[in-house]
């Protein structure tokens, strides 16, 4: 028995879907942000590292050049970006506090420091068996 539709579904479903809004540059300042994607620059670098950015796929650290420039980094790689879109993301971004990452500091990463109350690690190294032929 075939089943018949209302007048009412079909117009629901020959209405056009509604349209994707379209993805904007999401920024995040702080050390903590840019270190995941490049290294910290020397003094007097060009290269200002502000926090990261993302769009999509699209991930990095911030940066901003010595002309002013926006561009996005990732490890030596440099990516130029639209300025009008950033200055707008970066008015909206969040800044990371020390509240929030209180042992993350600029001289010595968590990594790097080792623990003094943990014991020096065990290695034992077992002898192969060796298969004998009859």
Partial sequence: MPVQHSPESYSLNSKTPLKRRKQGWK?????????????????GDALKLLGSVSKGMQVGALAMTADDQYVQVVGDHI?????????????????ESA????????????????????????????????????
């Fill in 79 to 95: 990516t130029p970006l639209n300025s009008r879109e950033i200055v707008k993301a970066v008015a909206n971004a969040p800044k």
């Fill in 27 to 43: 920024v995040v300042l702080g050390r903590l942000a840019w270190s995941r994607y490049t290294y910290e620059r020397p003094q």
């Fill in 99 to 134: 509240a929030t990452y209180p042992a993350f500091s600029k001289d010595s990463p968590l990594w790097v420091e080792a623990r003094k109350d943990s014991p020096a690690p065990v290695v034992i190294v077992k002898k192969r068996r060796v298969a004998v032929m009859p």
